[in-house]
């Protein structure tokens, strides 16, 4: 189950990152170019949000069962390894946070008044939420 969980994440983070590079741009050009906002942008920028959802649920399930999460902070000494802190901390807390701004930057445009404030709201807030994740990512681990 560990493997299996393990590579489900490590695989479902490339296209988490590819949807929300996409949906940024896609509602930028979209902002930008003063058009209107429609269903079909709504439903890009759903796709990026139930990946990365999926994502936070596997990673969820993951904590518990790898020998790199939870189980790193029990041990004790974690705090003082970088790599043992990343997995077991860093990357885990961050990564709740961008998934959280990337869910209201989605539920506010859906309540949002005009086109550019929907645009702006899913850009700004999806942009927000790629640079924490991006920031915590264990690259070493992952592409190394
Ligand atoms: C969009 C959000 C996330 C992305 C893009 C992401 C991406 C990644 C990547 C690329 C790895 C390295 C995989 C490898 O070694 O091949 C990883 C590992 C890990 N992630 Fe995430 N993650 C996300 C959210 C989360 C969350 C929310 C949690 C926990 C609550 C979590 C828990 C873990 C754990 C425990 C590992 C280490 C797994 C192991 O090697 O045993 N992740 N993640």
Do not use: C
């Amino acid at each position: 189950m560990y493997t299996g969980l393990q590579h489900a994440h490590s695989g479902l983070a490339y296209l988490v990152l590819i949807a929300l590079i996409v949906v940024i741009f896609l509602m930028l050009i979209g902002s930008l170019s003063g058009r209107e906002f429609t269903e079909k942008d709504r439903k890009i920028a759903l796709i990026a949000f139930i990946l990365s959802h999926v994502q936070l649920l596997l990673g969820l399930i993951l904590y518990f069962v790898s020998p790199v999460g939870l189980s790193l902070l029990q041990g004790g000494g974690a705090m003082s390894d970088p790599a043992a802190r990343l997995t077991a901390l860093e990357h885990p807390l961050i990564n709740i946070v961008a998934i959280v701004l990337i869910t209201i930057g989605y539920s506010r445009a859906k309540k949002a008044q005009t086109s550019r404030a929907k645009f702006r709201s899913i850009y700004m807030l999806y942009a927000v939420g790629l640079v924490l994740i991006l920031s915590r990512i264990p690259w070493g681990a992952w592409l190394g």
